[in-house]
Protein backbone atom coordinates (compact mmCIF):
# COMPACT_ATOMS: atom_id res chain seq x y z
CA UNK A 1 0.00 0.00 0.00
CA UNK A 2 2.84 2.31 -0.23
CA UNK A 3 1.04 4.44 -2.98
CA UNK A 4 -0.97 5.96 0.43
CA UNK A 5 2.77 7.32 1.64
CA UNK A 6 2.31 10.02 -1.22
CA UNK A 7 -1.21 12.46 -1.21
CA UNK A 8 -2.11 12.68 -4.40
CA UNK A 9 -0.35 15.23 -6.06
CA UNK A 10 1.25 17.01 -3.22
CA UNK A 11 4.70 17.35 -2.77
CA UNK A 12 6.23 14.76 -0.28
CA UNK A 13 7.77 17.17 2.26
CA UNK A 14 4.72 19.30 1.82
CA UNK A 15 2.68 17.19 4.00
CA UNK A 16 5.01 18.51 7.32
CA UNK A 17 4.97 22.12 6.72
CA UNK A 18 1.17 21.25 6.86
CA UNK A 19 1.60 19.57 10.72
CA UNK A 20 3.73 22.27 11.86
CA UNK A 21 1.73 24.99 11.34
CA UNK A 22 -1.84 23.16 12.56
CA UNK A 23 0.09 21.92 15.39
CA UNK A 24 1.38 25.79 16.36
CA UNK A 25 -2.49 26.94 16.14
CA UNK A 26 -3.02 23.65 18.08
CA UNK A 27 -0.33 24.44 21.23
CA UNK A 28 -2.16 27.96 21.48
CA UNK A 29 -5.35 26.85 21.82
CA UNK A 30 -3.73 23.95 24.40
CA UNK A 31 -1.52 26.23 26.43
CA UNK A 32 -4.68 28.60 26.94
CA UNK A 33 -5.95 25.76 29.03
CA UNK A 34 -3.70 26.18 31.58
CA UNK A 35 -1.91 29.65 31.06
CA UNK A 36 -4.58 31.21 33.47
CA UNK A 37 -4.05 28.93 36.31
CA UNK A 38 -0.63 30.16 37.62
CA UNK A 39 -1.76 33.53 37.04
CA UNK A 40 -5.53 33.07 38.80
CA UNK A 41 -3.97 34.81 42.09
CA UNK A 42 -2.71 38.20 40.42
CA UNK A 43 -5.84 37.93 38.18
CA UNK A 44 -8.30 37.84 41.29
CA UNK A 45 -6.42 40.45 42.82
CA UNK A 46 -6.62 42.69 39.68
CA UNK A 47 -9.64 42.34 39.12
CA UNK A 48 -11.08 41.69 42.33
CA UNK A 49 -12.71 38.41 41.46
CA UNK A 50 -13.68 35.47 44.20
CA UNK A 51 -13.07 31.90 43.77
CA UNK A 52 -16.46 31.59 41.59
CA UNK A 53 -15.58 33.57 39.09
CA UNK A 54 -11.88 32.54 39.10
CA UNK A 55 -13.03 29.27 38.34
CA UNK A 56 -14.92 30.56 35.48
CA UNK A 57 -12.13 32.15 34.28
CA UNK A 58 -10.30 28.23 33.64
CA UNK A 59 -13.82 26.77 32.85
CA UNK A 60 -15.30 29.19 30.54
CA UNK A 61 -12.67 28.03 27.83
CA UNK A 62 -13.00 24.63 28.39
CA UNK A 63 -16.84 24.70 28.07
CA UNK A 64 -17.47 26.94 25.14
CA UNK A 65 -14.34 24.60 23.87
CA UNK A 66 -15.59 21.41 24.66
CA UNK A 67 -19.39 21.96 24.20
CA UNK A 68 -19.21 23.20 20.60
CA UNK A 69 -16.31 21.16 19.42
CA UNK A 70 -18.87 18.43 17.25
CA UNK A 71 -20.72 21.22 15.30
CA UNK A 72 -16.83 22.15 14.57
CA UNK A 73 -16.25 18.59 13.24
CA UNK A 74 -19.49 18.86 11.41
CA UNK A 75 -18.86 22.21 9.56
CA UNK A 76 -15.63 21.08 8.73
CA UNK A 77 -16.85 18.34 6.92
CA UNK A 78 -19.96 19.76 5.64
CA UNK A 79 -18.14 23.56 4.76
CA UNK A 80 -14.50 21.66 3.96
CA UNK A 81 -11.63 21.85 6.61
CA UNK A 82 -9.68 24.95 5.49
CA UNK A 83 -12.97 27.34 5.72
CA UNK A 84 -13.80 25.92 9.22
CA UNK A 85 -10.16 26.23 10.14
CA UNK A 86 -9.51 29.97 9.13
CA UNK A 87 -13.01 31.20 10.64
CA UNK A 88 -12.08 29.81 13.74
CA UNK A 89 -8.60 30.69 14.00
CA UNK A 90 -9.59 34.70 12.92
CA UNK A 91 -12.30 34.34 16.07
CA UNK A 92 -9.78 32.86 19.01
CA UNK A 93 -7.01 35.49 17.96
CA UNK A 94 -9.76 38.23 18.38
CA UNK A 95 -10.68 36.81 21.02
CA UNK A 96 -7.40 36.60 22.84
CA UNK A 97 -6.86 40.76 22.41
CA UNK A 98 -10.51 40.83 24.12
CA UNK A 99 -9.33 38.86 27.00
CA UNK A 100 -6.09 40.85 26.84
CA UNK A 101 -7.91 44.23 27.49
CA UNK A 102 -10.21 42.94 29.71
CA UNK A 103 -10.92 45.48 32.69
CA UNK A 104 -13.23 43.30 34.60
CA UNK A 105 -14.35 39.82 35.40
CA UNK A 106 -17.51 39.63 33.16
CA UNK A 107 -15.34 41.22 30.19
CA UNK A 108 -12.78 38.46 30.89
CA UNK A 109 -15.45 35.68 30.86
CA UNK A 110 -16.70 36.91 28.23
CA UNK A 111 -13.77 36.71 26.09
CA UNK A 112 -12.83 32.97 27.37
CA UNK A 113 -16.49 32.08 25.92
CA UNK A 114 -15.48 33.61 22.70
CA UNK A 115 -12.03 31.81 22.74
CA UNK A 116 -13.23 28.62 23.10
CA UNK A 117 -15.87 28.55 20.43
CA UNK A 118 -12.97 29.81 18.20
CA UNK A 119 -11.15 27.08 19.62
CA UNK A 120 -13.93 24.75 18.43
CA UNK A 121 -13.84 25.58 14.67
CA UNK A 122 -10.24 25.18 14.48
CA UNK A 123 -9.36 21.89 16.68
CA UNK A 124 -11.72 19.21 14.68
CA UNK A 125 -11.04 21.30 11.28
CA UNK A 126 -7.17 20.96 11.99
CA UNK A 127 -7.07 17.13 12.73
CA UNK A 128 -9.70 16.23 9.82
CA UNK A 129 -6.56 18.27 7.49
CA UNK A 130 -4.23 15.85 9.28
CA UNK A 131 -5.84 12.26 8.71
CA UNK A 132 -6.65 13.58 5.00
CA UNK A 133 -2.98 14.59 4.18
CA UNK A 134 -1.15 11.70 6.17
CA UNK A 135 -1.86 8.05 5.38
CA UNK A 136 -0.35 4.39 6.44
CA UNK A 137 2.68 5.06 9.02
CA UNK A 138 3.13 8.61 8.38
CA UNK A 139 -0.48 9.49 9.62
CA UNK A 140 0.44 7.15 12.67
CA UNK A 141 3.80 9.49 13.43
CA UNK A 142 1.76 12.84 12.34
CA UNK A 143 -1.26 11.72 15.00
CA UNK A 144 1.36 10.81 17.83
CA UNK A 145 3.05 14.18 16.83
CA UNK A 146 -0.77 15.53 17.51
CA UNK A 147 -1.34 14.11 20.71
CA UNK A 148 1.88 14.63 22.44
CA UNK A 149 0.84 19.01 21.96
CA UNK A 150 -2.16 17.62 24.36
CA UNK A 151 -0.21 17.18 27.18
CA UNK A 152 3.25 19.25 26.57
CA UNK A 153 0.86 22.65 26.09
CA UNK A 154 -0.84 22.17 28.96
CA UNK A 155 2.27 21.50 31.22
CA UNK A 156 4.08 24.49 29.11
CA UNK A 157 1.10 26.59 29.54
CA UNK A 158 1.59 26.95 33.36
CA UNK A 159 5.00 27.74 33.04
CA UNK A 160 4.50 30.61 29.94
CA UNK A 161 1.81 31.58 32.61
CA UNK A 162 4.48 31.89 35.08
CA UNK A 163 6.53 34.07 33.27
CA UNK A 164 4.23 36.31 31.86
CA UNK A 165 3.12 36.90 35.31
CA UNK A 166 5.91 36.92 36.44
CA UNK A 167 6.97 39.49 34.27
CA UNK A 168 4.89 41.68 31.53
CA UNK A 169 1.94 40.84 33.90
CA UNK A 170 -1.11 37.95 33.41
CA UNK A 171 -2.95 40.11 30.48
CA UNK A 172 0.16 38.90 28.19
CA UNK A 173 -1.11 35.82 28.82
CA UNK A 174 -3.63 36.16 26.10
CA UNK A 175 -1.66 38.83 23.62
CA UNK A 176 0.92 36.43 23.20
CA UNK A 177 -1.64 34.58 21.26
CA UNK A 178 -2.13 37.57 18.90
CA UNK A 179 0.97 37.74 16.58
CA UNK A 180 0.72 34.13 16.51
CA UNK A 181 -2.54 33.73 15.32
CA UNK A 182 -1.91 36.59 12.52
CA UNK A 183 0.64 34.69 11.52
CA UNK A 184 -0.32 31.46 11.39
CA UNK A 185 -3.58 33.19 9.53
CA UNK A 186 -1.39 34.30 6.55
CA UNK A 187 0.47 31.22 6.45
CA UNK A 188 -2.62 28.61 5.52
CA UNK A 189 -3.70 29.95 2.45
CA UNK A 190 -0.65 29.06 1.16
CA UNK A 191 0.10 25.73 2.88
CA UNK A 192 -3.22 24.09 3.72
CA UNK A 193 -5.15 22.54 0.24
CA UNK A 194 -8.35 23.87 -0.01
CA UNK A 195 -10.80 20.92 -0.10
CA UNK A 196 -14.20 20.54 -1.41
CA UNK A 197 -17.05 20.58 1.28
CA UNK A 198 -19.51 18.10 0.96
CA UNK A 199 -23.74 19.48 0.43
CA UNK A 200 -25.24 17.98 3.41
CA UNK A 201 -27.68 20.06 5.98
CA UNK A 202 -26.00 20.86 9.08
CA UNK A 203 -27.60 19.18 12.24
CA UNK A 204 -27.88 22.91 14.30
CA UNK A 205 -30.31 22.15 16.71
CA UNK A 206 -28.77 18.66 17.98
CA UNK A 207 -25.72 21.16 18.17
CA UNK A 208 -27.44 23.24 20.07
CA UNK A 209 -28.90 20.70 22.34
CA UNK A 210 -25.51 18.99 23.30
CA UNK A 211 -24.00 21.87 23.76
CA UNK A 212 -25.85 23.61 26.45
CA UNK A 213 -26.34 19.85 28.14
CA UNK A 214 -22.85 19.89 28.42
CA UNK A 215 -22.80 23.62 29.55
CA UNK A 216 -25.24 22.43 32.25
CA UNK A 217 -23.56 19.55 33.78
CA UNK A 218 -20.01 21.59 33.68
CA UNK A 219 -22.03 24.24 35.86
CA UNK A 220 -22.70 21.72 37.78
CA UNK A 221 -19.92 20.13 38.72
CA UNK A 222 -18.48 24.02 39.46
CA UNK A 223 -21.32 24.72 41.47
CA UNK A 224 -20.70 21.64 43.53
CA UNK A 225 -17.28 22.82 44.49
CA UNK A 226 -19.05 26.02 46.29
CA UNK A 227 -22.70 24.48 47.44
CA UNK A 228 -21.67 20.67 48.18
CA UNK A 229 -23.18 17.78 45.90
CA UNK A 230 -26.29 17.85 47.54
CA UNK A 231 -27.54 22.40 47.14
CA UNK A 232 -30.27 22.59 44.79
CA UNK A 233 -28.05 24.64 42.39
CA UNK A 234 -26.07 21.84 41.53
CA UNK A 235 -28.17 19.09 41.56
CA UNK A 236 -30.98 21.28 39.43
CA UNK A 237 -28.09 21.66 36.39
CA UNK A 238 -27.24 18.09 36.93
CA UNK A 239 -30.52 16.79 36.18
CA UNK A 240 -31.80 19.57 33.46
CA UNK A 241 -28.23 17.80 31.69
CA UNK A 242 -29.24 14.54 31.77
CA UNK A 243 -33.03 15.66 30.56
CA UNK A 244 -31.23 17.41 27.67
CA UNK A 245 -28.72 14.36 26.62
CA UNK A 246 -31.62 12.13 26.59
CA UNK A 247 -33.30 14.86 24.24
CA UNK A 248 -30.10 14.89 22.06
CA UNK A 249 -30.86 11.25 21.51
CA UNK A 250 -34.20 11.73 20.39
CA UNK A 251 -33.27 14.95 18.15
CA UNK A 252 -30.45 12.80 16.77
CA UNK A 253 -32.93 9.97 15.59
CA UNK A 254 -34.95 12.07 13.91
CA UNK A 255 -33.14 14.35 11.62
CA UNK A 256 -31.97 13.41 8.03
CA UNK A 257 -28.66 13.64 8.80
CA UNK A 258 -27.34 13.68 12.50
CA UNK A 259 -24.87 15.35 14.31
CA UNK A 260 -23.50 12.08 15.21
CA UNK A 261 -24.44 9.44 14.27
CA UNK A 262 -25.73 6.17 16.74
CA UNK A 263 -23.61 4.01 14.85
CA UNK A 264 -20.58 5.93 15.48
CA UNK A 265 -20.74 6.40 19.24
CA UNK A 266 -22.15 3.24 19.76
CA UNK A 267 -18.58 1.72 18.06
CA UNK A 268 -16.65 0.49 21.31
CA UNK A 269 -12.96 2.57 19.59
CA UNK A 270 -14.98 5.16 20.01
CA UNK A 271 -16.57 4.54 23.31
CA UNK A 272 -12.85 3.69 24.85
CA UNK A 273 -11.40 6.39 23.09
CA UNK A 274 -13.67 8.82 24.81
CA UNK A 275 -13.33 7.05 28.44
CA UNK A 276 -8.92 7.10 28.03
CA UNK A 277 -9.60 10.70 27.07
CA UNK A 278 -12.44 11.97 29.92
CA UNK A 279 -10.29 10.09 32.50
CA UNK A 280 -6.79 11.20 31.16
CA UNK A 281 -7.73 14.57 30.87
CA UNK A 282 -9.60 15.06 34.12
CA UNK A 283 -6.26 13.61 35.47
CA UNK A 284 -3.78 15.48 34.27
CA UNK A 285 -5.45 18.60 34.82
CA UNK A 286 -6.93 17.93 38.28
CA UNK A 287 -3.21 17.19 38.51
CA UNK A 288 -2.07 20.62 38.04
CA UNK A 289 -4.97 22.45 39.62
CA UNK A 290 -4.09 20.76 42.86
CA UNK A 291 -0.21 21.58 42.43
CA UNK A 292 -0.06 24.80 41.37
CA UNK A 293 -2.17 26.07 44.24
CA UNK A 294 0.09 23.61 46.91
CA UNK A 295 3.11 25.24 45.66
CA UNK A 296 1.82 28.84 45.51
CA UNK A 297 -0.67 28.88 48.87
CA UNK A 298 0.96 26.42 50.73
CA UNK A 299 4.64 26.49 50.26
CA UNK A 300 4.57 30.14 49.02
CA UNK A 301 6.38 29.71 45.79
CA UNK A 302 6.19 32.65 43.34
CA UNK A 303 4.09 32.17 39.72
CA UNK A 304 7.64 31.64 37.89
CA UNK A 305 9.10 29.05 40.59
CA UNK A 306 5.52 27.15 40.15
CA UNK A 307 6.33 27.06 36.36
CA UNK A 308 9.43 25.81 36.54
CA UNK A 309 8.36 23.04 38.92
CA UNK A 310 5.98 22.51 35.86
CA UNK A 311 8.67 22.12 33.01
CA UNK A 312 9.68 18.71 34.02
CA UNK A 313 6.10 16.82 34.06
CA UNK A 314 6.10 18.82 30.36
CA UNK A 315 9.16 17.12 28.99
CA UNK A 316 7.70 13.69 30.94
CA UNK A 317 3.90 14.09 29.24
CA UNK A 318 6.10 14.74 25.53
CA UNK A 319 8.17 11.88 26.44
CA UNK A 320 5.37 9.52 27.45
CA UNK A 321 3.57 10.62 23.98
CA UNK A 322 6.42 9.65 21.98
CA UNK A 323 7.02 6.32 23.76
CA UNK A 324 3.38 5.22 23.39
CA UNK A 325 2.88 6.10 19.97
CA UNK A 326 6.22 4.11 19.03
CA UNK A 327 4.59 0.83 21.54
CA UNK A 328 0.74 1.11 20.02
CA UNK A 329 2.11 0.36 16.59
CA UNK A 330 4.31 -2.66 18.24
CA UNK A 331 1.69 -4.39 21.30
CA UNK A 332 -1.43 -2.76 20.69
CA UNK A 333 -3.61 -0.35 22.62
CA UNK A 334 -4.67 -1.99 24.99
CA UNK A 335 -1.26 -2.73 27.08
CA UNK A 336 -0.28 0.48 26.32
CA UNK A 337 -3.70 2.10 28.00
CA UNK A 338 -3.47 -0.23 30.75
CA UNK A 339 0.18 0.47 31.58
CA UNK A 340 -0.07 4.48 31.29
CA UNK A 341 -3.10 4.35 34.28
CA UNK A 342 -0.72 2.43 36.14
CA UNK A 343 2.03 4.93 36.20
CA UNK A 344 -0.18 7.74 37.06
CA UNK A 345 -1.83 5.80 39.94
CA UNK A 346 1.85 5.88 41.30
CA UNK A 347 2.94 9.27 40.31
CA UNK A 348 -0.50 10.36 42.30
CA UNK A 349 -0.21 8.21 45.08
CA UNK A 350 3.53 8.98 45.63
CA UNK A 351 2.25 12.86 45.40
CA UNK A 352 -0.74 12.04 47.88
CA UNK A 353 2.68 12.13 50.62
CA UNK A 354 3.19 15.76 50.47
CA UNK A 355 3.48 17.28 53.44
CA UNK A 356 4.36 21.14 54.29
CA UNK A 357 7.92 19.74 55.81
CA UNK A 358 8.88 17.24 52.70
CA UNK A 359 11.16 18.82 49.91
CA UNK A 360 8.99 19.00 46.70
CA UNK A 361 11.79 17.16 45.41
CA UNK A 362 11.11 14.39 47.42
CA UNK A 363 7.55 13.71 46.73
CA UNK A 364 5.46 16.27 44.76
CA UNK A 365 8.22 16.33 41.89
CA UNK A 366 9.08 12.57 41.39
CA UNK A 367 4.89 11.54 41.35
CA UNK A 368 4.13 15.04 39.24
CA UNK A 369 7.16 13.21 36.71
CA UNK A 370 5.63 9.54 37.00
CA UNK A 371 1.93 10.73 36.62
CA UNK A 372 2.69 12.63 33.48
CA UNK A 373 4.78 9.68 31.81
CA UNK A 374 1.73 7.62 32.14
CA UNK A 375 -0.64 10.31 30.85
CA UNK A 376 1.27 11.24 27.47
CA UNK A 377 0.39 7.76 26.17
CA UNK A 378 -2.76 8.09 27.46
CA UNK A 379 -3.74 10.55 25.28
CA UNK A 380 -2.16 8.71 21.86
CA UNK A 381 -4.55 5.33 22.81
CA UNK A 382 -7.44 7.45 22.90
CA UNK A 383 -7.05 8.93 19.14
CA UNK A 384 -5.27 6.61 17.69
CA UNK A 385 -7.43 3.57 18.78
CA UNK A 386 -10.78 5.40 17.81
CA UNK A 387 -9.26 7.13 14.86
CA UNK A 388 -8.42 3.95 13.20
CA UNK A 389 -11.44 2.00 13.40
CA UNK A 390 -13.44 5.15 11.76
CA UNK A 391 -14.62 5.21 8.55
CA UNK A 392 -13.29 8.44 6.72
CA UNK A 393 -16.39 10.26 6.23
CA UNK A 394 -16.80 10.05 9.52
CA UNK A 395 -13.41 11.63 10.84
CA UNK A 396 -14.77 15.00 11.82
CA UNK A 397 -17.01 14.09 13.74
CA UNK A 398 -15.01 11.45 15.58
CA UNK A 399 -12.33 13.78 16.23
CA UNK A 400 -14.67 16.41 17.73
CA UNK A 401 -16.33 13.36 19.94
CA UNK A 402 -12.93 12.54 21.42
CA UNK A 403 -12.04 16.11 21.55
CA UNK A 404 -15.36 16.93 23.52
CA UNK A 405 -14.26 14.73 25.85
CA UNK A 406 -10.90 16.60 26.13
CA UNK A 407 -12.38 19.42 26.99
CA UNK A 408 -15.02 18.22 29.31
CA UNK A 409 -12.56 15.95 31.05
CA UNK A 410 -10.46 18.91 32.01
CA UNK A 411 -13.44 20.89 33.57
CA UNK A 412 -14.85 17.99 35.22
CA UNK A 413 -11.24 17.16 36.50
CA UNK A 414 -10.57 20.42 37.65
CA UNK A 415 -13.95 20.73 39.29
CA UNK A 416 -13.88 17.88 41.11
CA UNK A 417 -10.61 17.81 42.76
CA UNK A 418 -11.24 21.43 43.61
CA UNK A 419 -14.62 20.21 45.64
CA UNK A 420 -12.33 17.68 47.64
CA UNK A 421 -10.26 19.54 48.38
CA UNK A 422 -12.21 22.61 49.09
CA UNK A 423 -10.43 22.64 52.93
CA UNK A 424 -6.89 23.14 51.59
CA UNK A 425 -8.05 25.92 49.73
CA UNK A 426 -10.12 28.24 51.76
CA UNK A 427 -8.01 31.06 52.81
CA UNK A 428 -5.88 31.22 55.59
CA UNK A 429 -6.22 27.33 55.76
CA UNK A 430 -3.21 25.46 57.12
CA UNK A 431 -1.99 21.99 56.39
CA UNK A 432 -2.09 19.59 53.02
CA UNK A 433 -5.03 17.78 54.16
CA UNK A 434 -6.97 19.13 51.59
CA UNK A 435 -4.51 19.09 48.50
CA UNK A 436 -3.51 14.99 50.04
CA UNK A 437 -7.54 14.24 50.00
CA UNK A 438 -7.34 15.23 45.99
CA UNK A 439 -4.17 13.54 45.01
CA UNK A 440 -5.43 10.16 46.77
CA UNK A 441 -8.48 10.50 44.79
CA UNK A 442 -6.37 10.48 41.38
CA UNK A 443 -4.26 7.32 42.54
CA UNK A 444 -7.76 5.90 42.76
CA UNK A 445 -9.16 6.74 39.85
CA UNK A 446 -6.52 5.99 37.59
CA UNK A 447 -6.04 2.62 39.35
CA UNK A 448 -9.80 1.65 38.58
CA UNK A 449 -9.37 3.33 35.11
CA UNK A 450 -6.96 0.75 34.39
CA UNK A 451 -8.88 -2.07 35.47
CA UNK A 452 -11.68 -0.75 33.37
CA UNK A 453 -9.01 0.20 29.97
CA UNK A 454 -8.14 -3.82 30.15
CA UNK A 455 -11.75 -4.86 29.25
CA UNK A 456 -12.78 -1.90 27.16
CA UNK A 457 -9.67 -0.74 24.93
CA UNK A 458 -9.89 -3.49 21.75
CA UNK A 459 -7.04 -5.58 21.98
CA UNK A 460 -5.12 -5.96 18.70
CA UNK A 461 -2.58 -3.33 16.51
CA UNK A 462 -4.15 -0.32 14.65
CA UNK A 463 -1.52 -0.52 12.24
CA UNK A 464 -3.29 -1.99 9.63
CA UNK A 465 -6.51 0.29 9.40
CA UNK A 466 -3.68 3.05 8.99
CA UNK A 467 -2.48 1.96 5.66
CA UNK A 468 -5.57 2.98 3.76
CA UNK A 469 -7.67 0.00 4.35
CA UNK A 470 -10.58 1.86 5.43
CA UNK A 471 -11.04 4.52 2.54
CA UNK A 472 -13.48 2.23 0.39
CA UNK A 473 -16.35 2.30 3.18
CA UNK A 474 -17.00 6.08 3.43
CA UNK A 475 -19.30 5.70 -0.33
CA UNK A 476 -22.59 4.79 1.23
CA UNK A 477 -22.68 7.76 3.51
CA UNK A 478 -25.17 10.25 1.36
CA UNK A 479 -28.42 8.17 1.76
CA UNK A 480 -30.03 9.89 4.62
CA UNK A 481 -33.90 9.20 4.48
Same mark, same amino acid.
Given at each position: ??????????????????????C?????? &??? &????????????????????A????V???????????V?? +??????????? !????????????????????????????????????A?????? /??V??????????????G???????????????????????????????????????? %??A??????????????????????????????????????? #????????? /???? +??????????????S?????M???T??????????????????L???????? !???????????A??? +???????A?? &??????????????????????????L?????? %????????A?????????????????G????????? !????????????????????????G????????????? +?????A????????????????????????????????? #?????????????????G?
Open positions: MSHHDMPGGRPKGGGWAVLVLLLAQFML &IVD &ITVVQVALPSIGTDLALGRELTWVTAYTLCFGGLMLG +GRLADVLGARR !TLLAGLGLFTAASLVCGLAGSGTALVAGRALQGVGALLSPAA /LAIIDTFHGERRARALVWAAIGGTGAALGVLVGGLLTAGPGWAWAFFVNVPIGLAV %LAVPAVVPAAAGRREPVDVPGALVVTLATALLIYGVVAAGD #AGWAAAGTV /LPLA +GAVLLYVLFVVVERVRSPLRAGLARRPVISGTFVMLVATGMLGLFFLS !TLYLQHELGFSLET +GLIFLPAVA &ITAGAQLGGRLIGRVGGRPVAVAAFVTAAGAA %LMARVSPDGVCTTLLPGFVLASLGIPAFVTATTT !TMANIPPGENGVASGVINTFHELGSIGVAVVSTVAAD +GLAPGAGAGGFVAGFTLCAVVAGVAGAVALGLVPGGRP #AAAFVGHGHGHGHGHGHG
